[in-house]
């Protein structure tokens, strides 16, 4: 499977951003889907995932302005991000969480699009 994103560009501050990510491929039994992010020094950090059974766990920097959605039908989740801050500026990835038949997880990351909070 192969994560491709969407979304992303400049916000100023204050602002909405709503990232999108569709698993392409003919993908096994995706168990969770989500979002990191990595700003220039920093380690990647836990944005949103969302789980089987709609299990969601959010990041504390961004939690109480964040929302993931998944949807099961289309393998697509989606982010929306409110009250941007400059330091949510980063490059976002999304990631896949497969199951195999043989019980391995396999988890698969996309390229990562760019985030930037400036006025």
């Known amino acids: 499977v192969e994560p491709v994103e969407s979304g992303g560009g400049l916000v100023q501050p204050g602002g909405s951003l709503r990232l999108s990510c569709a698993a392409s491929?003919?993908?096994?039994?995706?168990?969770?889907m989500g979002w990191y992010r990595q700003a220039p020094g920093n380690q990647r950090e836990l944005v949103a995932r969302v789980s089987d059974g709609d299990r969601t766990k959010y990041g504390d920097s961004v939690k109480g302005r964040c929302t993931i959605f998944r949807d099961n039908a289309r393998n697509t989740v989606s982010l929306e991000i409110n009250s941007l801050k400059p330091e949510d500026t980063a490059v976002y990835y999304c990631y896949v969480g497969e199951m195999s038949p043989q019980g391995v997880s396999i988890e698969t990351w996309g390229q990562g699009t760019q985030v930037t909070v400036s006025s």
């Open positions: 491929g003919d993908p096994f039994d995706i168990y969770t």
